[in-house]
């Protein structure tokens, strides 16, 4: 039986080492230069880096891995599984240009890993050296483009010894309410998360023959949890093929996304719930013209939350290119949970519900909170009241707490989070639980998840969800750009708690931007009960968001608060 990746990759370039693991669309074009490497040239990369770290006796230690989009981050993080390095995946450096807060993280990354060695791109590499002067904390940590490692170097590779529990990397949260955390996943959480994600999305012996391993289309970025553990070390653990593209070129063309799925055909592909807003945005007549969206059969929709009328929208426009509403998969997961946690079954379509406590137009099929599907095999889902730790019943909104052998080790070197979080029990009940931070509920088995629980607004004594107030915001007017609203509360004084939206629109909408205003506030009013203290219309592209996609309502607070919003038009629009 695998101890590791490791150990699968070995057996794959073993009995198939001519087989394609890994194609990139370096332009995100189907007709433009693609770059592939075979299983047996994937391992015989990952131990020449393996062999570089063990040489320099590196082993247990932390490498970050800084690259641009493409099949050499695979080779640097493989080669410090291989190695017994623990891989940190971090956000490379984006030029001269590089921003404040990008580079201020990047910093927290190298201090708080405590990294010894850094693995990346050439060009990533001279950029750092470029900005070394801004970069202290690179004195005394090596460097090394791992194109630059011959793959002779594989020869003096020696297998590690890797158990269960050994530490493969740290994923670095997103931190979308907090400071982010090195969550400790280890080769034990690794393999049972893969065989979850296996079991929940059909990759079956039979399906991957019927599809000729043609398993994924992702262009999610493979720094984040779900762009690494789902398309590209799924692919390595079953053997398969995936087609990978840079989130930039999906960003510049959306359709490339739906070109590449038409063309290779892969059996699941998906990415948060923008992503799929975005394509609807792109959808013209020619580009359905030449799709064949039939055999994408698993289309996974999660990271942030799941709309019903993207959904609806989706399954209606793509329709005629042949994509089915069965296909549609939201899911649950998170990096303190190695990634899923939630998923539905193959073929089986969405399950909608009204929220409790929602407003009355809440529970209308566009406003609907959507099932994350089930609990993967050997994973506990509570719902908890996290006051009185106690489970709550079925029906009943409350934190989400997981347990089960996906949940990772902890927060590297922060016992007092790691207890916090990791360490949750219940009254009368000897289990330790994952405190997720997220609010749902249970209905018949699935979860419904309704929001975070530190974004919960309580005004007039009544519980509001934001994302609640910015879907009804969103659905109120055409203008408004979906899954780029941020609903939050701001102290009214004698008045208390009260609400804030700010939504992006487009820049021409500023001349109807009373209009807009007018209409968000009527919404919000008639779905909810609730006067909002301010609407405030904004430019595309300036709401915070993590890098999976999420919203910060935290950040958009403070923005506000500073009067830093790109506001549409002025003052004028507020």
Known sequence: MARSLVDLLTTHASQQPERTAYRYLVTGDCDGEIQDISYGHMARRSRAVAAWLQERGLAGSRALLLYPPGLEFISGYLGCLSAGVVAVPGLPPQGRSQNHRALTRMKRLIADADAKVILGGREVL????????????????????????????????????????????????????????????????????????????????????????????????????????????????????????????????????????????????????????????????????????????????????????TLRRFTETFAPAGFRREALYPCYGLAEATLIVTGGSVDTPPTLAASPGSGPH?????????????????????????????????????????????????????????????????????????????????????????????????????????????????????????????????????????PVIVAETAPDAAADSERITEVIRSAIGEAHGLSVRDVVLVHPGTIPKTSSGKIQRHASRAAYLADALAVVGGPAAR
Request: glycine fraction near 10%; charge should be negative.
């Open 126 to 309: 001279a950029t750092l050296a470029a900005q070394a002067e801004h970069l202290p904390e690179l004195d005394g940590i090596t460097c090394v483009a791992t194109e630059d490692i011959p793959d002779q170097a594989a020869d003096s590779w020696r297998e590690p010894d890797l158990t269960a529990d050994s530490v493969a990397f740290l994923q670095y949260t997103s931190g979308s309410t907090s400071a982010p955390r090195g969550v400790m996943v280890t080769h034990g959480n690794l393999l049972d998360n893969q065989r979850a994600i296996t079991e929940r999305m059909g990759h079956t012996p039979d399906t991957l023959a019927e599809y000729d391993h043609e398993l994924f289309v992702s262009w999610l970025p493979v720094y984040h949890d779900m762009g690494l553990i789902g398309p590209v070390l799924n692919t390595v653990h079953l053997g398969a093929t995936a087609t990978l593209f840079s989130p930039l070129h999906f960003l510049q063309r959306p359709a490339r996304w739906l070109t590449a799925l038409s063309r290779y055909r892969p059996h699941t592909s998906g990415g948060p719930n923008f992503a799929y807003e975005l394509c609807l945005k792109h959808a013209t007549p020619e580009l359905l013209d030449g799709l064949d969206l039939g055999r994408w059969k698993v289309a996974f929709n999660g990271a942030e939350p799941v709309r019903a009328a």
């Open 362 to 498: 809440v529970g209308a099929a566009d406003a609907a909170a959507v099932g994350s599907g089930r609990p993967i095999p050997g994973t506990t889902v509570v719902i908890a009241d996290p006051e009185r730790r106690e489970e709550l019943p079925e029906g009943e909104v409350g934190e989400i707490w997981v347990s089960g052998a996906g949940v990772a080790k902890g927060y590297w070197r922060n016992a007092l989070a790691t207890r916090e979080t990791f360490r949750a029990t219940l009254k009368d009940r000897p289990d330790r639980f994952l405190r997720t931070g997220d609010l749902g509920f249970l209905r018949e088995g699935e979860l419904f998840v309704t929001g975070r629980l530190k974004d919960l607004m309580v005004i007039d004594g009544r519980n509001h969800y934001p994302q609640d107030l910015e879907l009804s915001a969103e659905m109120s007017h055409g203008a408004l750009r979906p899954g780029c609203t941020a609903a939050f509360s701001v102290d009214g004084g004698v008045e208390g708690e009260q």
